[in-house]
């Protein structure tokens, strides 16, 4: 069974960068297509970033310009670059498959404030 494991949030001021971790076990990483998804607090989750099997990149038009999402195939990795930060950036953030369709991990908090 897949299992994915998010680190590297926390408390950031506007115009900070944070660098986003996730440790993906229990699957053939490299096959499979993979994603960066938010949720805040009362509002449903949402897809910031994805990537494919093969690197080619898309992320959400609120990020665009700002989130990088990269992939490692040899350590199992997924990351987000988080750049520009604004308040409204705030939210849990969990790395999944990218349908969504795996067993969700713990997510890592990210807040944006001054």
């Known amino acids: 069974q897949v299992q994915f494991v998010e680190s590297g949030g926390g408390l950031v001021q506007p115009g900070g960068s944070l660098r986003l971790s996730c440790a993906v076990s229990?699957?053939?990483?490299?096959?499979?297509?993979m994603a960066w998804y938010r949720q805040a607090p009362g509002k449903q989750r949402d897809v910031v970033a994805a990537?494919?099997?093969?690197?080619?990149?898309n992320v959400a038009e609120s990020v665009k310009g700002r989130f990088t999402i990269s992939r490692d195939n040899v350590k199992n990795m997924v990351y987000l670059q988080m750049n520009s930060l604004k308040p409204e950036d705030t939210a849990v953030y969990y790395c999944?498959?990218?349908?969504?369709?795996?067993?969700w991990g713990q997510g890592t908090q990210v807040t944006v404030s001054s």
């Open positions: 999944n498959n990218a349908w969504g369709t795996a067993t």
């Open positions: 229990g699957s053939i990483f490299s096959n499979y297509g």
């Open positions: 990537i494919s099997s093969g690197s080619r990149t």
